[in-house]
């Protein structure tokens, strides 16, 4: 057990106080548990914040939609103010019985995977360290770490622009979800805990959001790639397309309506050149444009 502390938050401030120290937060433990069962969260400490109920429900606002960030990816299903599409996509997030325990927050927070670092430590040792435990090179082949972070959740909401409000220590700010996930928020993401996340009324509107992925078996399998379309109300020269799973983090691109076929083979460019996970990046980079299209063809108003 590689795990040297776990706590339970009484309050949320207990908790902000413990993340500032270095504590990790545990909400579902869907994907926490696994990194600790991998022996990749040596002398981690550990503090449960699922219980705290500021960070629980599904609100409607006069600006749009409110989740807390420990809702389970099954209760947001089940929640009335869910919107479809929404709903669909949470719909295929892992199997019923992951549902009920992942968390909102831990979707959009859960590590980036890769197939020589979600691996059980005999079989990281037998193949050597690579950048991330600390090795001098990338096994999968890149000049840095490309792992990925497989969350359709994160794909579908940053296509959307949603935001979040995430505490670190006694600071509090609302990001767009996208901004969370660059360079510049790197000690937010590692440090803060998200309280809820905002998706604002006007990516409500139902057939304006198509998301496509590809994954190999339903419930057992992580996505391989995900491409989330996205028109809004009020834009209609322009469609967002948003590519995730098969890059670190999801990234999204803002295309002209109707779209050229040489701008819809942009969404191409953003799959990185290492393989870290099972289909090579050749094969991606065509999917996406493939599935790119077809997400314009199903949202371009
Ligand atoms: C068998 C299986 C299949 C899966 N298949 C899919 C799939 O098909 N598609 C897909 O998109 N995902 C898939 N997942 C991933 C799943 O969606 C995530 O594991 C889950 O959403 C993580 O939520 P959690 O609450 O369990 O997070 P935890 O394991 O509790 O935490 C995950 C990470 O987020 C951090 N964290 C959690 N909550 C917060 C918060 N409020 N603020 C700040 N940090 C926080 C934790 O510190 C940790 O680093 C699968 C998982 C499993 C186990
Ligand atoms: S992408 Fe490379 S550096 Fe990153 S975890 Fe995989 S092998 Fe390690």
Redesign the pocket.
Known sequence: MSICDVRTARSLEEALVL?AEGW????????????MKHGLLTGAR?VI??GLKE?HGVHTTDTGLVVG??T??ADLCRSSACPPWLGGACA????PR??E???????????RRCRYYNRPVLWRTASGACLRTGGDRCLAGGDRCCATQ?????TVLVAVSASVV?SRGAEERSVLLEDLYGPEAGAWRAG????SVSISRMAEAEGKVAVEWI?RR??????DL?VAGASRAGSPHEVSVTVG?AVPYPRRIVLPSPAPGGAIRSAATLIPSAQSGRLSPAYLRHAAVVLAGRVIARVAP
């Open positions: 993340t990790l937060p545990l909400a579902g433990g869907t994907d926490l548990v696994p990194r550990v914040v699922r960070l960030a420990c389970t990816i295929q997030i892992a199997g992951v549902r325990l992942a968390t909102v927050g831990g979707a959009l927070l859960q590590e497989r969350s359709l959740l994160s995430i803060g805990i998200i309280r994954r339903a419930s057992i399998d992580y996505h995900v799973a």
